[in-house]
C-alpha cells in the first residue's frame, strides 16, 4: 500500500525565509507525486507533480520539490516566503500502475509566515 | 472555462438523515472523483467514476454511494449520517481514468458537511 508521512503539522516562517515542508512516501511501484496547497474554506489547488521527467520538478508561485528516491522523500522548497503562502500543504502519491486514479494524502502541514 | 462545481457549499444534517452532494466535471472531463477531508486530516479517496462506471473505490461503508451521469456530472450519496460523517467533500475531475505523466486532477472547493 502507498503512503505519504509529513513531518510538521505546522511550520513557521518569517516573511522572506526559506520554506522547507518535508515528505516521505512509500510506494512498491514507480510513483507519481504532487503537492497541493489549500487555503481556507477552498479545495485544493495542484503546486506541482513529478511524473519521473526530471527529478527537480518546478511548480507554481515559486515552488519547487526534488524527488530523491534513495531517502524516499519529496520534499517542498521556496527560497523567499511570502505572507501569501501561509496556507496548508498536502503531499500525496498515486500509483502509477493502478487501472484508476487514487490519490493517498499525508496529514497536511499548515505553513505560518510573520512579517 | 469553469472550474469543477459543488453544490451545496455548506449543508447541516441531523444523524440518520440521508443526505445528496453534487459536482460538474469541467468540460471535456469524463472522470469524477470523490474525497472526504474531515477537519485536521488529509483527504481520503471514496470513489472514482469514469464514463458512468465505478472504477475505484477507498475504504469506506456501503452507506456511501455514488453515480455519474451521461453528462459526467456526479452525485454523492451518504446514507444514515453520523457524527463522523462531518467532513468537506470534495470532488476532483481529470480527462482519464488514470493518473499520467500530462494530466492534472483538478478538484472543486468542496461541500462542507455537518452531523449534528
Known amino acids: 500500500a502507498q503512503s505519504v508521512t509529513q513531518l510538521g503539522s505546522h511550520v513557521s516562517v518569517s516573511e522572506g525565509a526559506l520554506v522547507l515542508l518535508r515528505c516521505n512516501y512509500s510506494?512498491?511501484?514507480?510513483?507519481?507525486l504532487f503537492w497541493y496547497v489549500q487555503y481556507p474554506n477552498q479545495g485544493l489547488q495542484l503546486l506541482l507533480k513529478y511524473t519521473s521527467a526530471a527529478t527537480l520538478v518546478k511548480g507554481i508561485n515559486g515552488f519547487e520539490a526534488e524527488f530523491k528516491k534513495s531517502e524516499t522523500s519529496f520534499h517542498l522548497t521556496k527560497p523567499s516566503a511570502h505572507m501569501s503562502d501561509a496556507a496548508e500543504y498536502f503531499c500525496?502519491?498515486?500509483?502509477?500502475?493502478?487501472?484508476?486514479?487514487?490519490?493517498?494524502f499525508g496529514t497536511g502541514t499548515r505553513l505560518l509566515v510573520s512579517p | 472555462d469553469a472550474g469543477v462545481t459543488q453544490s451545496p457549499t455548506h449543508l447541516i444534517k441531523t444523524r440518520g438523515q440521508q443526505v445528496t452532494l453534487r459536482c460538474s466535471p469541467i468540460s471535456g472531463h469524463k472522470s469524477v472523483s470523490w474525497y472526504q477531508q474531515v477537519l485536521g486530516q488529509g483527504p481520503q479517496f471514496i470513489f472514482q467514476y469514469y464514463e458512468k462506471e465505478e472504477r475505484g473505490r477507498g475504504n469506506f461503508p456501503d452507506r456511501f454511494s455514488a453515480r455519474q451521469f451521461p453528462n459526467y456530472s456526479s452525485e454523492l450519496n451518504v446514507n444514515a449520517l453520523l457524527l463522523g460523517d462531518s467532513a468537506l467533500y470534495l470532488c476532483?475531475?481529470?480527462?482519464?481514468?488514470?493518473?499520467?505523466?500530462?494530466?492534472?486532477?483538478?478538484f472543486g472547493s468542496g461541500t462542507q458537511l455537518s452531523v449534528l
Open positions: 476532483a475531475s481529470s480527462p482519464r481514468v488514470r493518473t499520467s505523466d500530462k494530466e492534472k486532477l483538478f
Open positions: 500525496a502519491v498515486s500509483d502509477s500502475m493502478t487501472g484508476f486514479q487514487k490519490l493517498v
Open positions: 510506494s512498491s511501484v514507480p510513483p507519481y
